[in-house]
């Protein structure tokens, strides 16, 4: 229920999902940009990770996978980063893992797709 809450918040962050009007509550609005703060951090955590692994190269193009909760204060954001240099195109997968509770950083995975 947490991950399908997670990704309807997601989407509609994203425009890609609506709603009928209705009333938010203000527990539900700090929710929606606490999951928003979340998603900036550890996207910035993810660029800079392949910037500093790929000197040279440029990202040209960056996307939000989504959100997995191993546990209820583990978390593992993925985002997909195509980058490109002299031509050459890569694709990179980056997983960012998390603490929830303290906000913490645990782990960084880059997979080349």
Known sequence: ??????????????????LPAMAISEESQDVIQEAQQDYEKWGRVAVRTIGEA???YDVYD????G???PTD???????????RSDGQEITK????????QTGDLLQI???EE
Do not use: Q, W
């Open 1 to 18: 229920m947490r991950k399908i809450t997670m990704i309807l918040l997601l989407s509609m962050l994203l425009g890609t999902c609506t």
């Open 54 to 56: 790929y000197e040279g």
């Open 62 to 65: 960056y996307e939000y996978e």
């Open 67 to 69: 959100r997995e909760t």
């Open 73 to 83: 204060t583990i978390a593992e954001d993925t985002f997909e980063l195509k980058i």
């Open 93 to 100: 997968n980056v997983r960012v893992r998390f603490n929830t």
């Open 109 to 111: 995975t880059v997979v």
